[in-house]
């Protein structure tokens, strides 16, 4: 067992699961590795069952029974890695929309710069370092950063990137019970909750790159929810741990 892990949540990834698991365990650093899969009709779950028998010692999966959005996906996984006593946990796309090479930057943030969350930041330093994407998503997604950071003051450039390492006291001391969205805003609500909590965040810069293979999950429903649920999440929260 490895001091981190690193969490990917899966729906149909069987275009890019094996790549992306290889990628993971190929750098410097030993990580472990927990998929997460709800159920995927494409068999994703067992080319990772497979792997299993190369990967016998860290790499893990967890099969749910049906997709119930990706904030439930993580929380899934983030309650796995606490009852394991891993020291860090990292949340990553499986699609290499997050480069695994960026994984040592994130677990270095925390590790060794002492931040209690670092996030791979796409709109760091006045950059747009996004790849692959058309005019029109850029501009949804760089207005929805803004918009959570001049609605909540929370001071965090890319509020809806999932490209995050955690120490484990940041998710001891947030109630995952009590996280309310589920689709992509499930980031915007765990960062704050973290802010809220006082804990040291860091942004680490990244590219990020459209998916190649696969088809992307993002949909109207996923943005109406981060951008018309902020304000309630602001005024409804409460400082509770238990």
Same mark, same amino acid.
């Given at each position: 067992?490895?001091?981190?892990?690193?969490?990917?949540?899966?729906?149909?990834?069987?275009?890019?699961?094996?790549?992306?698991?290889?990628?993971?365990?190929?750098?410097?650093?030993?990580?472990?590795?927990?998929?997460?899969?709800?159920?995927?009709?494409?068999?994703?779950?067992?080319?990772?069952?497979?792997?299993?028998?190369?990967?016998?010692?860290?790499?893990?999966?967890?099969?749910? $029974?049906?997709?119930?959005?990706?904030?439930?996906?993580?929380?899934?996984?983030?309650?796995?890695?606490?009852?394991?006593?891993?020291?860090?946990?990292?949340?990553?796309?499986?699609?290499?929309?997050?480069?695994?090479?960026?994984?040592?930057?994130?677990?270095?943030?925390?590790?060794?710069?002492?931040?209690?969350?670092?996030?791979?930041?796409?709109?760091?330093?006045?950059? #747009?370092?996004?790849?692959?994407?058309?005019?029109?998503?850029?501009?949804?997604?760089?207005?929805?950063?803004?918009?959570?950071?001049?609605?909540?003051?929370?001071?965090?450039?890319?509020?809806?990137?999932?490209?995050?390492?955690?120490?484990?006291?940041?998710?001891?001391?947030?109630?995952?019970?009590?996280?309310?969205?589920?689709?992509?805003?499930?980031?915007?609500?765990? $960062?704050?909750?973290?802010?809220?909590?006082?804990?040291? #965040?860091?942004?680490?810069?990244?590219?990020?790159?459209?998916?190649?293979?696969?088809?992307?999950?993002?949909?109207?429903?996923?943005?109406?929810?981060?951008?018309?649920?902020?304000? $309630?999440? $602001?005024?409804?929260?409460?400082?509770?741990?238990?």
């Amino acid at each position: 067992m490895n001091d981190t892990l690193v969490i990917i949540p899966t729906y149909n990834e069987k275009e890019n699961i094996e790549a992306i698991i290889r990628a993971t365990f190929s750098q410097e650093k030993a990580f472990d590795i927990l998929v997460v899969d709800d159920n995927s009709p494409d068999g994703t779950a067992k080319i990772v069952e497979k792997l299993q028998k190369e990967f016998s010692n860290n790499l893990f999966i967890e099969n749910r $029974k049906e997709k119930q959005g990706l904030g439930i996906a993580y929380i899934h996984g983030f309650k796995y890695a606490l009852q394991k006593k891993y020291d860090y946990i990292i949340e990553m796309d499986a699609d290499f929309s997050h480069n695994p090479k960026d994984l040592i930057r994130l677990y270095n943030a925390c590790a060794i710069e002492n931040a209690d969350l670092s996030i791979g930041s796409r709109y760091l330093n006045g950059k #747009i370092n996004v790849v692959n994407w058309d005019f029109k998503r850029i501009a949804l997604s760089v207005f929805a950063s803004k918009y959570v950071r001049f609605i909540t003051r929370i001071p965090v450039y890319d509020t809806t990137a999932g490209f995050i390492c955690y120490k484990r006291k940041v998710l001891e001391t947030i109630n995952l019970n009590t996280i309310k969205f589920v689709g992509y805003a499930f980031q915007i609500e765990m $960062k704050f909750k973290a802010w809220k909590h006082q804990f040291k #965040i860091k942004e680490v810069e990244v590219i990020f790159t459209d998916r190649i293979k696969g088809k992307s999950k993002l949909s109207g429903s996923v943005i109406s929810e981060a951008i018309f649920g902020v304000i $309630k999440m $602001k005024f409804g929260f409460k400082k509770n741990t238990k």
